[in-house]
């Protein structure tokens, strides 16, 4: 299970381990948004992840914080990517410009990347509006019971 801010990475590593161990890579944000960045209703997209987890080995990437229990419960190992702001924030913008009008790899097909003030400003906040925060508490609350890798720099 891999979560952290938005520009953290969490996707890029995902990939590297599900192609390292042949397991499935699962997006959150796939199965969160549908086409023309409409996101789908809170109970489906809980069903939904969920459901995921069910299966027996995967990577999931994404925060989606109303279903970090059932996820962690079943995850050999949880990481977060807990990687300064002005990083991501970088890593968000060169991100927009790399794939500017067209949908990247590990987002629904018709979500365009964009520069969106409301979410760069998500971005700026997340170590203050709660994400960090959720993270943090996942992990303390999981350290018995998976191994945990709070990771704060690309090193």
């Known amino acids: 299970m891999v979560i ?3 520009g953290s990475g969490k996707s890029t590593l995902a990939q590297g381990i599900g192609a ?3 397991l499935p890579v699962i997006h959150i944000d796939k199965i969160y948004w549908k086409a023309g960045w409409v996101s789908r209703e809170a109970t489906d997209t809980q069903r939904m992840v969920v459901d995921t987890a069910q299966a027996e080995a995967w990577v999931l990437d994404g925060n989606n914080s ?4 059932q996820r962690a419960d079943r995850a050999d ?3 977060f990517l807990d990687l300064p702001t002005w990083l991501r924030f970088t890593r ?3 991100r927009a410009v790399a794939y500017y009008g067209r949908s990247r790899p590990d987002m629904t097909e018709g979500c365009a990347e964009r520069l969106d003030y409301n979410f760069l400003k ?3 906040g ?3 509006n709660g994400g960090r925060i959720r ?3 996942l992990i303390e609350t999981y350290a018995s019971r998976a191994r945990i890798h709070h990771l704060r720099s690309r090193r």
């Open 92 to 94: 968000v913008v060169w």
């Open 4 to 6: 952290g801010g938005s």
């Open 135 to 137: 993270a943090l508490a």
């Open 66 to 69: 109303s279903t970090f229990n």
């Open 77 to 79: 190992a949880i990481i």
């Open 122 to 124: 998500w971005v700026l």
């Open 126 to 128: 997340y170590r203050t």
């Open 20 to 22: 390292i161990t042949g």
